[in-house]
């Protein structure tokens, strides 16, 4: 039985960018968080945990990219994720150096 052809994207743009923000944008978000997760945290017990919890979670954000309306949206909301992440990254390794 073939898909109904109106829940199906037409534009060849928007089905690129739901493809690639969910597997390339999801992972990006993924291991940030961990890394965020492991400048705050014992990152032994962060790295350890993540070869689990990082693969649960990027399979919930390529879900949730495909659920958006808009693929470039979703490539934006990632790319902030990314972006609030990676700050609390830094300045958890400047506050907790792992020296």
């Given at each position: 039985m073939?898909?109904?052809?109106?829940?199906l994207t037409?534009s060849f743009s928007?089905r690129?960018a739901?493809?690639?923000?969910?597997?390339?944008?999801?992972?990006m978000?993924?291991?940030m968080?961990?890394m965020?997760?492991?400048?705050?945290?014992n990152?032994?017990a962060v790295?350890?945990t993540s070869?689990?919890?990082?693969f649960?979670?990027?399979?919930?954000l390529m879900?949730?990219?495909?659920?958006?309306?808009n693929?470039w949206k979703v490539w934006?909301?990632?790319?902030?994720?990314?972006l609030v992440?990676f700050?609390?990254f830094?300045?958890g390794?400047?506050?907790?150096?792992?020296?």
């Open positions: 073939p898909a109904n052809k109106k829940y037409p928007q690129f739901k493809i690639t923000a969910a597997i390339l944008g999801g992972l978000v993924a291991i968080f961990h965020a997760l492991a400048s705050w945290f990152h032994v790295i350890i070869t689990f919890s990082a649960i979670l990027w399979a919930v879900v949730l990219a495909f659920l958006g309306k693929g934006g909301m990632y790319l902030l994720a990314s992440l700050v609390i830094y300045f390794n400047q506050t907790n150096p792992l020296v």
